[in-house]
């Protein structure tokens, strides 16, 4: 199998108190993999090591068979640019429109028209289920589902290769979660990304998910295909999939 992201024994702890214990863990390209665990069991602190965000105490993020961590800043942010990421807390820049928002990263990094730009502003508000009405507010403006929505948008904008959701479905109802579901295994069934998303949704474990890594006291304590949960005799995933 092809792995494209490689968690290698990744620590982190914060004045002390250890988060991440060594986590191991494999993304397989084209492969939608989702990251389950309790609130506060480390899974946004393990996706801002992925990214650059948090530098673990001890670890590697292999991509591609390249350790992250040793490229120089020119060669991460290329590596970042095949990213698409919605944060948990949807990191929008507050002064900017909700089509600034969404447009940032195509605006950065490629040279399109301004009708371009448009075009797919409005395809990806479509993707996501936003009106068009919204373009011109700023995120204060607009509620938290759809800031979230605007999240996602931003992300998918460029087509990106690897898609990084946390928590994407939180909040919102459950047709627009739907159409988030859908969106994703669109993304990685038809367009061959590869996927890393976080969830406490059951409902979108069951339908986007190839495969399922649980983390729990700083490790991931279960990994296997989502067919593969049912069977399993793991309590401590159980229990998780029972309750929530
Ligand atoms: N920058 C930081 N400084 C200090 N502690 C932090 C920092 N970021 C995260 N933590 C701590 O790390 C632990 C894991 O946090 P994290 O946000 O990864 O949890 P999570 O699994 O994503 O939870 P949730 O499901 O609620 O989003 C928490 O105890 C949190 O307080
Ligand atoms: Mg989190």
Not at 89 to 113: H, P
Not at 147 to 158: G, W
Not at 228 to 240: A, D, G, M, Q, V
Request: glycine share 8%.
């Amino acid at each position: 199998m092809n792995c494209l992201i490689e968690f290698k024994n990744i620590n982190k702890s914060f004045d002390g108190k250890i988060v991440l214990n060594g986590i191991n863990l494999k993304v397989i390209k084209g492969k939608s993999l989702v990251l389950i665990g309790q609130s506060g069991s480390g899974k946004s602190v393990l996706l801002k090591c992925l990214l650059g965000i948090i530098q673990p105490n001890k670890g590697q993020v292999i991509i591609n068979d390249n350790s992250f961590f040793d490229q120089d800043l020119y060669l991460k942010e290329k590596i970042l640019k095949r990213f698409g990421v919605a944060f948990q807390g949807n990191a929008l820049f507050d002064s900017l429109k909700i089509w600034e928002n969404i447009s940032f990263k195509l605006i950065q990094t490629q040279r399109l028209s301004n009708k371009e730009i448009k075009d797919k502003v409005e395809h990806s508000m479509d993707l996501v289920g936003l009106s068009k009405s919204i373009m011109h507010q700023y995120p204060s403006q607009i509620s938290g589902g759809m800031q979230k929505r605007v999240a996602i948008a931003r992300a998918i904008i460029d087509e990106p290769e690897i898609l990084i959701f946390d928590e994407p479905t939180a909040g919102l109802d459950p047709v627009t979660g739907g159409k988030i579901n859908n969106l994703i295994i669109d993304n990685v069934k038809r367009l061959g990304c590869t996927s890393l998303t976080i969830t406490h949704d059951m409902d979108s474990v069951r339908k986007i998910a190839d495969n399922v890594a649980m983390i729990s006291r700083g490790k991931i304590t279960w990994n296997g295909k989502k067919s593969e949960i049912e069977k399993s005799s793991n309590k401590e995933l159980n229990e998780f999939i029972n309750i929530i």
